[in-house]
Nanobody
Framework: QVHLVESGGGLVHTGGSLRLSCAAS????????MSWYRQAPGKQRELVAT???????NYADSVKGRFTISRDNAKNTVYLQMNSLKPEDTAVYYC??????????????WGQGTQVTVSS
């Protein structure tokens, strides 16, 4: 199995910054993509940022210019640096990983989520 653990969430004021981390562990053969999603109360889960393969990166328009996704392949870890945070960024943030296990089976894995709250 592949296990994802997020960290770095918390409470900040408008304009503040947070850095989220997601570490993948377990029976990993190769990671094809890592992404960050978020889900606000009463709303559908949405894609925030993703890194596919070595260097293909995409951002949601709402976070472009404020958030930066990066990946440390040696540590199987993805980061989300969030700057200039706004109250509308308040949500539970989830790490997502598309990976092939050592059994050579491909699956999509989800972390447990970490709460980000931005006060006005």
């Amino acid at each position: 199995q592949v296990h994802l653990v997020e960290s770095g969430g918390g409470l900040v004021h408008t304009g503040g910054s947070l850095r989220l981390s997601c570490a993948a562990s377990g029976s990993i053969f190769i990671i094809n993509a890592m992404s960050w999603y978020r889900q606000a109360p009463g709303k559908q889960r949405e894609l925030v940022a993703t890194v596919i393969g070595e260097d293909k990166i995409n951002y949601a328009d709402s976070v472009k210019g404020r958030f930066t996704i990066s990946r440390d392949n040696a540590k199987n870890t993805v980061y989300l640096q969030m700057n200039s945070l706004k109250p509308e960024d308040t949500a539970v943030y989830y790490c997502n990983c598309a990976a092939t296990s050592t059994s050579r089976d491909w699956s999509v894995y989800w972390g447990q989520g970490t709460q980000v709250t931005v006060s006005s």
